[in-house]
């Protein structure tokens, strides 16, 4: 993150500025793998902990919007980067069905959308679907199958090769597309990072 008031809509700079939002994603955010995550997480902790961990994750984004809002950006030059939006044209619609099954993540993104910020697609859908695909091993039946597990050697090769694939690909997306004077809030799950990644001017 950059510290605030460093963003100000006073500035007279035309440099192109990130603010790096580190999140955690909720079962909402994760479409039709959220009920298969929650069931693995109280599999494997209880329900207990899965409560006190999704009470967690509300505080977390409680904090986020609040440091958000203490940021002064100016609404009509930010712009919205989220993981997991691919960029397909359907950016808004997503957002808004998201928010409204619950996701905290999302309502934010649409009351900043509101306030005049510009939601912009961010991921590549085909990498998105590679790790849908390869979440959907680990979870589903074949978990149990050699070589399947969320340990082995061949799953976390596959994770973190398509990681660094959408690191790279999010950050040639904050290049192409981010004006200058503008700002960009980046919405990133805490394994991203865009270090090293963005160019000089930005």
């Avoid at 008031?5 to 006073?10: A, E, H, M, N, T």
């Avoid at 500035?11 to 909720?26: G, K, L, Y």
């Avoid at 712009?79 to 939006?85: H, N």
């Amino acid at each position: 993150m950059i510290p605030r008031g460093s963003v100000g809509s006073g500035q007279a700079t035309e440099s192109r500025r990130v603010v790096w939002v580190p999140i955690v994603h909720t079962r909402e955010d994760l479409g039709r793998l959220g009920k298969q995550v929650e069931a693995s997480y109280i599999r494997r902790l209880g329900r207990t902990r899965w409560e006190a961990h999704r009470k967690s994750i509300d505080h977390l984004w409680d904090e986020i919007r609040r440091w958000i809002e203490e940021l002064d950006l100016t609404p009509g030059r930010t712009r919205l980067y989220q993981d997991g939006l691919p960029i397909c044209g359907q950016e808004e619609r997503i957002v808004r069905e998201l928010a409204s099954q619950g996701s905290m993540n999302h309502r934010l993104l649409l009351d900043l959308m509101e306030k005049g910020a510009r939601l912009m697609g961010t991921e590549s859908p085909q990498l998105l679907l590679e790790e849908y695909e390869l979440n959907r091993r680990i979870l589903g039946a074949d978990r149990r199958a050699p070589g399947a597990g969320p340990g082995s050697d061949d799953i976390r090769g596959q994770a973190a090769r398509l990681l660094e694939a959408r690191d790279r690909f999010i950050a040639g997306r904050v290049a192409e597309t981010l004006e200058p004077g503008a700002c960009g809030l980046v919405f990133l799950g805490r394994l991203h990072s865009l270090e090293g990644r963005l160019p000089q001017d930005v």
